[in-house]
């Protein structure tokens, strides 16, 4: 029962919110990610890239409920820049519920499938579920919403923050723009791609062609890695 479950993390929560709120003070950005499949793996790419850029936390796993992103967020210390916090849901209000506990800077959004449909009800209800992390951003923020996925990309109309879309089909819409050009794989479906990125983000115009070679296998990855980016 999950308000079962919050009512006995009260004091875990009330700490992390603490540390996070103080680390965001001090400069902290904080990405939160959802979606039906790939919230892992997403993770752990992003978690990858943004350890070049200065000390990162991110979950062991899938830490993605009610427990495991307080407990997460107790990791940072004062030299933390960036946390990555995996969000899952089994209901409305979940994730809501822990954007309070870790306010996101940057809220990516991956799908919305059929996981936890028995839960739901509705596949309708999941994306209303997983839009609640966009609703939580400031207009500072950064919604990054997979353009190939209808769901997905109606959140657009959910958040007052600046918007990144990715695909895998061709160049979408949006102030940042991620999208992958020649993509191959090799004889075990390792893939990879130029990836383009286009638009306004925070250190001004972008405009870049690179290859990308993913050492995963699965076409999925791509589209995680599109995320990444």
Request: glycine share 10%; hydrophobic share 45%.
């Amino acid at each position: 029962d999950w308000s079962s479950d919050v009512c006995s993390s009260d004091l875990l929560s009330s700490l992390a919110r603490g540390v996070v709120s103080d680390a965001a003070a001090g400069g902290l950005v904080v990405v939160g990610i959802t979606g039906s499949s790939g919230k892992t793996s997403t993770k752990d790419l992003i978690a990858q890239v943004f350890a070049d850029a200065g000390p990162t936390v991110a979950p062991p796993g899938s830490f993605n409920n009610e427990i495991g992103v307080p407990l997460t967020a107790l990791r940072v210390t004062d030299d933390t820049r960036f946390l990555v916090s995996e969000m899952g849901a089994r209901g409305g209000g979940h994730i809501a519920w822990l954007c309070r506990i870790v306010p996101p800077d940057v809220a990516v959004v991956l799908n919305v499938g059929h996981a936890h449909l028995g839960e739901f009800g509705s596949v309708e209800a999941i994306a209303q579920a997983k839009g609640e992390l966009v609703e939580a951003l400031t207009p500072q923020g950064w919604a990054v919403l997979n353009a190939d996925d209808p769901l997905v990309a109606a959140m657009a109309a959910r958040t007052r923050a600046r918007l990144a879309h990715y695909s895998l089909t061709g160049e979408p819409a949006g102030d940042l723009r991620v999208w992958a050009e020649h993509v191959r794989a090799d004889d075990v479906q390792r893939h990879s791609f130029t990836l383009r990125a286009a638009g306004a983000g925070d250190d001004g115009a972008i405009d870049c062609a690179e290859p990308v070679e993913l050492q995963g296998p699965g076409r999925h990855q791509v589209v995680n890695a599109l995320a990444a980016a």
